[in-house]
């Protein structure tokens, strides 16, 4: 492909020529251009690989585009897919951009009550699930004569179930349309990046991290899709398919970090790594610039609904520590309190943005928008605080604030204190009720030797050495595992509903 300079002529981005098209039309013209070129490579769990080239992608979303045309799906009709990080599910996304649908990744680790639930949300003409994947793959017989082009009205759907456990579906109010250059690398804005890109995908494909790599084929960057992550595995591949880059939360990176042998593996193939998701521990951040370099590691803040983004790189990170950047791409970052009035650089409040391609979304299921001020700056709720030179730092989410004694104390911030004991491989903090306290702040610890856990004294002794003394554990819970879906969330207001009321023994 022929390399060109995008508008702001910041990037190398992958021709043919600019033209604005489907995300159908612009799979085959990619198809065309170099029909045996690898596009995907799936790394199942076991460890086995599977290539698919741009011309078998195509062929493919195109066959089962036409089983999904016989079955009822139209366009703008949304398909559910609940098929794991399986070739069957990107090729089913594509066969629905392919007749103008919407796809609409679901976990497929739901139990059967919480599934329903989503699906009733999601309201899907076709509900694809493992047991589909037979049908999928037979399609591979059928002919392969190109669908009528369509363009599909929303780009996806991403499900969420925020703290509270509750179904929320985002759909994204963009129609599937290449405009011709792409998106440019996220780290555009500090400097070229080449294309195109070999892009690791270790997230599950149901979350906004992992779905949104598969529009980066359109710019011909190479995607390869691990079924499940795996940490070890991870550096295998960075090392033998030479990895630009990929996206990952705090507990991956720490996982990757933990790898034997870690520091002595060949990583220059990387360009950049993005920590999203979740608050970082500063530890954390020093282990990473060590391996890759400051300024090969990005941390970024912003949610599913893109009402704007803020980022920074490594380097910036270490003269503001603990940020997660300034607003980027235009976005406009305000600090406000509960009378909508802004606060001080410092104070914390909640965060409100403002980005000129924001706010493209909607709900399925009737939930509510999200809070936007008169001037346009809306937020998801979360709290955090500015510095005089506009970089954020998030304190917490505000559904998960804990206030125990009158004090308030975030979560984040104590998770952040704990896994830095060396004892502790992962750990999540949540409000239990107490008669005292009103909430007392409770740790669960996956300790790093099961046989040998820390004692909760030592933990809490830790935690008072880093943190107010208000703000350290009242109780620790040792736990075999923390209970983290693929994509490494935690669902804190399960675990308080599980043990508010019950009588703990191990604190």
């Keep these: 492909m022929t390399p060109v300079s995008d508008a702001d002529g910041r990037t190398d981005v992958t021709a043919p020529p600019a033209t604005t098209s489907s995300y159908g039309a612009r799979l085959a013209e990619l198809a065309r251009h170099d029909p045996a070129g690898v596009a995907i ?47 069957e599910l990107v090729l089913a996304v594509f066969a629905a951009w392919k007749l103008g649908a919407v796809p609409v990744p679901v976990r497929w680790d ?25 049908w999928l793959r037979a399609t591979a017989a059928d002919p392969a004569d190109p669908l009528p082009d369509a363009v599909s009205p929303q780009t996806h759907g991403i499900c969420s179930s925020g703290s509270t456990g509750t179904p929320k579906v985002i759909v994204i109010d963009k129609p599937a ?19 195109p890109q070999t892009i690791l995908v270790p997230a599950p494909l149901y979350h906004t991290n992992g779905f949104l790599s598969l529009p980066n084929l359109l710019t011909g960057d190479r995607l390869v899709i691990l079924e499940r992550f795996d ?11 030479r990895v630009t880059t990929f996206t990952a939360t705090p507990t991956m990176l720490q996982r990757i970090a ?5 520091d002595e593996r060949d990583l220059s193939s990387l360009v950049w790594v993005m920590q999203g998701a979740a608050a970082i521990a500063p530890s954390l951040v020093h282990r990473w610039i060590g391996l890759i370099g400051a300024e090969r590691l990005f941390m ?39 009378d909508r009035r802004e606060v001080a650089p410092g104070e914390v409040g909640e965060i409100f943005l403002r980005w000129p391609a924001g706010g493209l979304y909607h709900y399925l299921g009737g939930a509510t928008r ?26 917490d989410r505000r559904a998960d604030l804990i206030i125990t004694g009158g004090a308030n104390v975030f979560p984040a911030e104590v998770e952040r204190a704990l896994v830095d004991h060396p004892e502790v491989a992962d750990v999540v903090v949540i409000g239990l009720a107490d008669a005292e306290w009103g909430r007392r702040v409770h740790a669960l ?63």
Aim: charged share 30%; proline share 6%; aromatic share 6%.
């Design 41 to 87: 490579v799936f790394v199942a769990q076991d460890g086995h690989e599977q290539p698919v080239s741009w011309a078998e992608l195509d062929r493919r979303a195109d066959q089962i585009g036409r089983e999904l045309a016989r079955r009822g799906v139209v366009r703008g009709d949304r398909v559910a897919l609940r098929l794991g990080n399986t070739p």
């Design 110 to 134: 739901l139990p059967a009550w919480e599934c329903e639930r989503v699906l009733a949300v999601v309201d899907a003409r076709v509900d694809l699930a493992e047991d589909d994947r037979g």
């Design 177 to 195: 349309v290449w405009d011709g250059v792409g998106a440019p690398p996220f780290p555009s804005g500090w400097g070229a990046i080449d294309r």
């Design 231 to 241: 940490a070890a595995r991870v550096v295998d591949l960075v090392e033998r398919h």
């Design 258 to 262: 933990d790898v034997d042998g870690i």
């Design 300 to 338: 970024a803040y912003g949610m599913t609904e893109g009402l704007g983004l803020t980022a920074l790189r490594g380097d910036e990170w270490l003269t503001h520590p603990g940020s997660v950047g300034r607003g980027y791409r235009g976005t406009e970052v305000r600090i406000l309190d509960d």
């Design 370 to 395: 999200l809070a936007v001020t008169d001037d346009g700056f809306a937020s998801a709720g979360d709290l955090g605080s500015v510095d005089h030179d506009g970089f954020l730092t998030i304190a």
């Design 445 to 507: 610890v996956e300790p790093r030797d099961p046989a040998a856990p820390p004692a909760a004294a030592a933990l809490i002794a830790y935690a008072k050495s880093r943190l107010a003394g208000y703000k350290a554990p009242k109780t620790i819970e040792i736990v075999d595992r923390i209970p983290r879906s693929e994509a490494t969330k935690v669902n804190r207001q399960a675990l308080i509903d599980e043990r508010d009321g019950a009588h703990l023994t191990n604190h």
